[in-house]
Structure formats: structure tokens, C-alpha cells
């Protein structure tokens, strides 16, 4: 992943990556609010490396596009993305990454959460998973009496292991999350947290 203009490279084929069927440009340039010209610019640049195809509707992620946002994760150590509903947090969508295990002492929580807002999210989770539970360091506060749909959802997924870290940006709409999310992992804190203490492995994405 890389920062500049390259994030609204990025924003596009995330956004593409959750959107299950073709999409004109101009809904992606509305949605996305980056400029219809540059939109085409980006897609251009997707068709020629085989990262989306395109028909009469639209554009829409290729299988190759899905696995390069799939190692683009796992160089920042996400083992999976996936989307859900965040009304309990007071906002329409939020993006939950799980990356493999990390120290918590390690973590600075509002160094993350600052990044994410400076991305465009309205605010973000961060937690740890700690003997069957999803803890908010460093009070260590049980994230299932604060969003108890979240952690459910959450909790449910495969990839979950001991001292997994878990990351949720949220948003009234999905640009907002996931430029949140996008901006997080390519901040100062999530660098130095993932360069010392998270363990690589396989990314896996999805939107259910």
C-alpha cells in the first residue's frame, strides 16, 4: 500500500472489492467523491493490469484484483476484511480488519483512532482477543458491553486466535470507512506496531 495519490487507487479497487456487482463510473466517482476524470484515470489503469474487467454496466473486480487487495492486506498483516453494520456505534458501516497476533502494551489506541479520523472515518475500534474475549486496551474493557452486534460478528470468524488485533473504522458511508481504514494502516503507529510485533499470515476478505 502506498500513500498520495495512489490512496484513491486504493479507495477504488477496496470500494470495487465489496461491491458485488458492475458499477458505472460516475456512481464511483459520487461515492468515492474523487473526481470523475481521475475515476477514469484509475480504471484505466485497472483494466491495463488486469485488475477489474468492464462491460456495458460498468466495471467490476477481477479475480486477480481480488487477490491483489487480498496481498496487499497480508503485507500489512490482515488476515481478513470484512464489512458490517455499525447503528450501535451511531454510524452506517464499519470495516473490521484482523491481523495476527500483537503485544498489547504496544498498541497506542489513539494513535490509531487519530489516524483513522484524519483518514475520513468518524471514528475507530481497536481491540485485542484475550481468553474468548475482545478486549479495548488499556482499561481492557470487554468491547461486547459497548457493541455487543460488533462482537458478536466478530467473534464469530475463523481467523480470530489469541491476541489477534482487531481494527474497525466506521462511517455514515463506506468511502468514509474504508479511507479511515486505509489511512490507519499506512500511519506512523500501525507502521511501528506491525513492523515489531504482528506476526504475518494469510489474508483472508470477504463482505458478509
Known amino acids: ?50 485488475l477489474i474487467v468492464r462491460k456495458r454496466a460498468g466495471v467490476k473486480i477481477s479475480a486477480r484484483g481480488r487477490r491483489e487487495v ?13 464489512l458490517s453494520d455499525a447503528t450501535e456505534l451511531n454510524a452506517a458501516v464499519v470495516v473490521v480488519g484482523i491481523a495476527r497476533s500483537v503485544q498489547a502494551s504496544k498498541i497506542n489506541v489513539l ?45 464469530r470468524r475463523k481467523s480470530l486466535e489469541e491476541n489477534a488485533l482487531i481494527i474497525a473504522t466506521f462511517g455514515d458511508k463506506l468511502v468514509d470507512a474504508l479511507s479511515g481504514f486505509i489511512s490507519l494502516l499506512e500511519g506512523r503507529y500501525y507502521g511501528e506496531l506491525s513492523q515489531d510485533s504482528i506476526t504475518w499470515g494469510t489474508s483472508r476478505t470477504d463482505s458478509t
Do not use: Q, W
Open 70 to 82: 487480498e496481498h496487499a492486506l497480508l503485507r500489512k498483516g490482515i488476515n481478513e476484511l470484512f
Open 111 to 155: 494513535g490509531l483512532r487519530d489516524d483513522a479520523v484524519r483518514g475520513g472515518a468518524l471514528g475507530a475500534i481497536i481491540s485485542v482477543y484475550r481468553g474468548g474475549s475482545l478486549k479495548l486496551p488499556p482499561a481492557d474493557v470487554d468491547l461486547c458491553e459497548y457493541a455487543s452486534n460488533l462482537c458478536r460478528e466478530i467473534t
Open 1 to 50: 500500500m502506498s500513500t498520495g495519490n495512489s490512496r484513491e487507487y486504493l479507495l477504488v479497487l477496496f470500494f470495487l472489492y465489496f461491491t458485488p456487482s458492475f458499477v458505472g463510473r460516475f456512481r464511483i466517482s459520487s461515492e468515492l467523491r474523487i473526481g470523475e476524470g481521475r475515476v477514469r484515470r484509475i480504471l484505466s489503469e485497472l483494466l491495463k493490469t488486469g
